[in-house]
């Protein structure tokens, strides 16, 4: 696969949890620096997450404290804890590598409402 797949979202009410995972088949997975990225409706695609090959983890403001980045190296996967989801959380959910980008995936859809 030349494309991240991307799996997990769903829909949640405000206040609660899902884990999005990213398998990666391309590249030397564990040297890679790594980063989740959103889109909503109308707005840009943004960085909210990402690990570099020494699990060195940044976010976004928006979500500092509320989500989680993790990597397993053995199966190539990316993982995103996401807490007290909030309905400004709606996106669509992507994974890729950092500075030259893979094909994007089709992402998927984290929907957070009552």
């Known amino acids: 696969q030349a494309q991240p797949v991307e799996s997990g979202g769903g829909l949640v009410q405000p206040g609660g949890s899902l884990r999005l995972s990213c398998a990666l088949s391309r590249g030397l997975f564990n040297i890679l620096a790594l980063g989740w990225f959103r889109q909503a409706p109308g707005k840009r695609r943004d960085l909210v997450a990402s690990?570099?090959?020494?699990?060195?983890?940044g976010y976004a403001d928006s979500v500092k404290g509320r989500f989680t980045i993790s990597r397993d190296n053995v199966e190539r996967t990316l993982f995103l804890q996401m807490n007290n989801l909030k309905p400004e959380d709606t996106a669509v959910y992507y994974c890729?590598?950092?500075?030259?980008?893979?094909?994007w995936g089709q992402g998927t859809q984290v929907t957070v409402s009552s």
């Open positions: 690990i570099d090959n020494n699990d060195i983890t």
């Open positions: 890729n590598r950092l500075g030259t980008y893979y094909p």
